[in-house]
């Protein structure tokens, strides 16, 4: 039985697995192993060629949530993890925002992952541009904006859909002890 804390509240609400619907902007670019290796804890290693993203989701109808939604924002850098016999690339996330306490305390709690909680703009969709920021307080933190947008074909689009059917993260979480 998993507890979330404090953990007198008695066993979690949160399913093992959830699913739900949603819409997801990313902008990302590539850059060299030397410039992320700072970002990557020590059991992470940087690929040969890492790119580092920034996406804003927007999750609907989420189960454990009682249907409701949330947004997130995620900085991902792409990583190597090798332990166990088993190779694993994926983006590793230094920090996400989100603007609910419920996926904020399960990323913490049970992902490993960085989740800070912040107000979202909504996402501004021009003919050709696309934008959306991330504030604390009234106060800006990121922005995200991607310029020179051209529309593409629906077969790769179809092939974006099916790549993006399953997402893996890393996370990283500290133990004191």
Known sequence: ?????????????????????????????ETTSDA?????????SAPEKPTISFSRISYENVDYLGGRGYQEIVVGVSAVYEGGGRRIEANFAPVLWVDQPGPLMAGREFQGLAK??????PIAIG??????????????LL???????????SDKIEKLNASASEVNTLGSKYIHG
């Open 1 to 29: 039985i998993r507890y979330d804390m404090p953990a007198q509240f008695g066993p979690s609400l949160l399913p093992d697995q959830s699913e739900t619907e949603a819409t997801v902007v990313v902008v990302s670019f």
């Open 36 to 44: 992320v290796r700072s970002i990557l804890p020590r059991f992470f």
């Open 116 to 121: 800070l909680h912040g107000d979202f703009s």
């Open 127 to 140: 003919e050709e541009q696309i934008s959306t920021t991330v504030s604390e307080y009234g106060a800006p």
């Open 143 to 153: 922005t995200i904006e991607a310029n020179q947008l051209k529309q593409i074909s």
